[in-house]
C-alpha cells in the first residue's frame, strides 16, 4: 500500500484563486488589499521570499509595496518605518521578514505592529489571542497545515495529534490550533527533551513534524495509516530539498503525507495572501 500524497501546490493554487476572486469583489467595493513588506538587509534566501510574496500579492491583484531597509539600518529607522505603514490606510498587511540582521530587535519591532494588520500572525497580540482560541490572525504555516488537513479530508476531531518541534512560529501554534474546539484533536507536543519519541509518534493519528533534522522521523516510528505533515525544508547532501520526514520509507506506512517539496511550503505563501485579504475585509467592515 502505498500513502495518499497531499497536493500542497494544488491546494495552494486553488486559496489563491478564492483570494483573487475575494479581492475583485472587494474592488468593487473600492478597496484594494495592500501588503506592506519589510526587507531588512541583504540576506540572498529572504530575498527571495519577499519577492515570492510581492509576486503572488500582485498575481492577486493586491498592491504590494517592498520597503528595503539597508542592514546598516537603526531600530529607530524600523520602528519609523512600522508606525508609518501602521498609519497608512492603504496597507491591510505589513510583513517584516525575518531574520533582521544583527543588532536589530524583531521582538520590539513586531510589537509595535498594529495587531490588525500583522498578516504574519507573528506579533505577541496574535500569539496571545491565538492562546485564548480568540478571533486573531494565526502565523501562515500553522493556518496552511490547518487547511491542508481540511482541504484532504483529514479527521482531527477525537484524532490523537502529536507535533513533533515546539518553536514559535510552527510547532507551537499549530499544536494550539489543533487542540482548539474547532479541531477537537487531543496533542502531544514532542521536542529535544521528549524520552522515547517513537512511542509519542507512533500513536498520531496525525503527526505533524517541524524540527528541521533532514529524515528525523522513519518509518518504524509512524502508525499505520497516519496523515503525515512535513514541515521540514531541508537540504541534502546532493543540495536537494528534503523534508524532515523520511519520505520514501514513510509512502508504504502512512495513509497520508505531504511532499517535500510541494506540501506544505507552497501554503506558507497562499495563507499570507488569505490574511492579507481577511484583514483588508475586516478593515472595510470597521470603515477604515
Ligand atoms: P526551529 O529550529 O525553530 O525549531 C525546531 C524544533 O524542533 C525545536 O522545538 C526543537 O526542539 C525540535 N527538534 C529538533 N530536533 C528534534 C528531534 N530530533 N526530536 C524532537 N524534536 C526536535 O525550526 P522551525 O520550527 O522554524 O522550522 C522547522 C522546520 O520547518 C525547518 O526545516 C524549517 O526550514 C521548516 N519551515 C518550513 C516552512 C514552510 O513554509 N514549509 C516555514 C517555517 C519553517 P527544542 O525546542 O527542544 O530545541
Redesign the pocket.
Known sequence: VSARIIDGQAIAAEIREEVARGVADLLILGTTPGLAAILVGDDPASQVYVGSKEKAAKGAGMNSWVHRLPSAASQQELEQLISLLNDDPAVHGILLQLPLPKGLDAEAALDLMDPRKDVDGLTTASAGLLALGRPGFVPC?PLGIMTLLERSGAQTAGAHSVV????N???RPISTLLSLKSANSTVTL?????TD?AEHTRRADILVV????PK?IKADMIKPGATVID????RNEEGKLVG?VDFESALSVAGAITPVPRG??PM?VAMLMSNTLKSARLHKVAGK
Open positions: 504555516t513533533v518541534g515546539r518553536s512560529l510552527v510547532g514532542c521536542h529535544t527533551g521528549t519519541l517541524a524540527t528541521g533534522q528525523a514541515v521540514g525544508i531541508n524532515d506544505v511550503g506558507t
